[in-house]
């Protein structure tokens, strides 16, 4: 990992993150991180929840402090001048935060006044934001109006108006339907190819870093475990991913193991995870294998590997089997929906 | 210049909320009407002829003061708000300072409190008080000085408190105290010295006494002068300005 962040080829990025450390009490919430993020990027911040995204990201937003290290944001340092850097970017945070009791456009003007937009600049501004992620028709209603995925696009608009240099994104999707949640993937496409910006986002959905980001850091309590770009995450796994499922998963993966036969193992809850090199001609030895230990198979299938499987190939563990984020989404949504 | 424009954003905000609580507009028209009425007849008898002025014109002013005081006291509730419902992050992750924020909300709040308590005035023809535009206009300032102080007591609460519910309750705790005090209801030499002295310290006492002088004219003899009156209020609110821009400054 440390000789593919050397590799950077700009060497003042914009962002450029050194030793961040967090901590709370005696937990150590993020633990000294190293990385940069390229001009015009689209970086993504994936792991479970309770992994330090939130945390860092915070520390990038200046919202929090860094217990050590620090980050320079375009030159800035956010230890020093966190105002400077406040003007600088945009957030969207993972919690809803727009005032619902004013319409769109207000709360876009709101923001621009805030942010000292000059009035003549701001006016254009909103409408291109408005059009950028379709909401032009229903800028003058009401906020409570909106839907929740309305809400999350007005509030991307909302982070583009000052013209910031980096747009961050927490959990840009949580608690939306996956139809939303691919159109909210479309304005991010659109907005960093139109926009001359830096996206910086955190998600613990594997689809929405493989689809949306440039390069991806994953990130498990607190420590960064892979970073690069999501293609190059998954061809490292060097192979494809067999999934068999059968009631005796402990006699096969030892039977497995001792032929050698396997790169990488994992074994979950009545399932066998394998990454092998051909993957095609191993299915059959799996079945013969399983047929000499007297094992019933269920079921078994092939696929390429996703961030889902570097995830476990890192950790051991899967994503989703944490706990907090299924949580996490539905106060979401329960809080989008009050009034 | 930009945190001018932050404290009139945040201002605008709090005004245009208010316009569009349809509910809180309703019962503001109500609630006072409730007051000179239902309990100004009720003790009309009983109270009028110790004061040589008739109870309901009496308490007229006390209950413009009651009205400013609970508003204002419960625009302390949108601090609250703001967070339970997100949009405080927006407001302090950008780039004005935290007395910016605190400012204009208090000016927002004194706003929405005042418009409140001028609505008191359509009443003053029920209670017989004959006000010309110039009592309204001189009343003005009078209205918003006591606001200024108070919206910061609702706004520094609010920001100490954790929850809504706790907020309602403290709310209540405040309220009552400063309003009996001031002698809104009944004039201050019916109280025994001790609650006399009490009462000197409800920065409303000056407030209603001030509002008496100007809408009774001539009928109310004042407590004080009423530039030493304006003098207390002033100072009551550069301090709890003060106070609440500190204490604000320090919450999450």
């Known amino acids: 990992m440390k000789e593919k962040l050397s590799n950077l080829t700009n060497p003042h990025p914009m962002i450029e993150i050194k030793d961040l450390t967090r901590n709370f009490g005696t937990l150590v919430a993020v633990n000294s991180l190293n990385f940069g993020v390229e001009e015009g990027e689209v970086f993504g911040l994936l792991g479970p929840n309770g992994a330090g995204k939130t945390t860092t990201l915070s520390m990038l937003c200046t919202i929090l402090k860094p217990t050590s290290g620090t980050a320079i944001i375009n030159g800035v340092d956010v230890r020093h001048h966190p105002s400077q850097v406040r003007k600088m970017i945009g957030i969207v945070f993972q919690d809803p935060s727009i005032d619902d009791r004013l319409t769109g456009r207000e709360n876009l003007e ?29 800028a003058d209603l009401l906020m409570r109006t909106y839907s929740g995925g309305m809400r999350r696009r007005l509030e991307i608009a909302r982070g583009l108006i000052h013209y910031p240099k980096v747009l961050f994104l927490d959990e840009p999707t949580i608690g939306l339907d996956p139809q939303t949640r691919e159109h909210i993937w479309t ?51 060097e192979g494809d991913v067999i999934t068999v499922r059968t009631g005796s998963v402990r006699e096969l993966s030892e039977e497995l193991r001792q032929q050698g036969l396997v790169k990488d193992l994992k074994e979950t809850d009545g399932e066998l995870k394998l990454v092998v090199k051909n993957g095609a001609a191993i299915m059959p030895r799996i079945v013969e294998l399983a047929t000499g230990l007297g094992v019933h198979i269920e079921s078994m299938s092939m696929r390429e590997p996703t961030l889902e499987d570097v995830f476990l190939h890192f950790t051991g563990r899967e994503i989703r089997t944490e706990g907090g984020e299924e949580y996490h989404g539905l106060a979401a949504i329960k809080r989008r929906s009050i009034r | 210049m930009s945190e001018l424009r932050g404290i009139y954003t945040l201002w605008l905000r709090e005004v245009k909320r208010y316009g569009r609580e349809k509910t809180r507009l309703i019962s503001s028209f109500i609630q006072p009407l409730l007051w000179l009425i239902i309990f100004g007849s009720g003790m009309r008898l009983a109270a009028t002829g110790t004061t040589g002025i008739d109870y309901q014109k009496f308490i007229f002013p006390g209950i413009v003061s009651q009205t400013l005081l609970f508003t204002s006291i419960f625009m302390g509730i949108s601090v609250i708000w703001d967070r339970e419902f997100g949009f405080m992050k927006e ?45 309204f206009l001189l009343s003005l300032p009078i209205m918003l000085l006591i606001t200024f102080g108070m919206v910061s007591i609702g706004l520094t609460i609010a920001s100490l408190m954790e929850s809504l519910e706790s907020f309602g309750v403290i709310q209540t705790f405040v309220n009552l105290p400063l309003f009996f005090l001031s002698g809104a209801l009944f004039p201050l030499s019916y109280f025994p010295q001790w609650l006399g002295w009490v009462s000197a310290v409800d920065p409303l006492t000056y407030g209603v006494d001030a509002l008496r002088t100007i809408i009774l004219s001539g009928q109310w003899t004042p407590i004080l002068p009423l530039y030493y009156d304006i003098l207390v209020l002033v100072v009551f609110d550069a301090t709890m300005i003060l106070v609440g821009t500190l204490i604000f400054g320090r919450t999450k």
């Open chain 1, 187 to 237: 304005y991010i496409s659109a907005l960093s190819k139109r926009e001359s910006i830096t996206i910086v986002l955190t998600t613990h959905y594997m689809e929405e870093a493989d689809k949306l980001c440039d390069r991806v850091a994953i990130i498990d309590y607190g420590n960064i475990i892979a970073l690069d770009q999501p293609e190059r995450l998954k061809e490292g796994l």
């Open chain 1, 110 to 138: 709101m923001h621009a006044n805030l942010y000292g937009v000059p009035s003549t600049v701001g006016k254009k501004r909103i409408d291109e934001v408005l059009g950028l992620v379709e909401l032009e028709d229903k």
């Open chain 2, 91 to 135: 407001i302090l992750v950008a780039p004005i300072s935290r007395a910016s924020v605190f400012v204009g909300k208090m000016l927002g709040g004194s706003t929405d409190a005042v418009i409140q308590g001028s609505f008191v005035f359509v009443y003053s023809f029920l209670v017989g008080i004959h006000l010309g535009l110039d009592t």
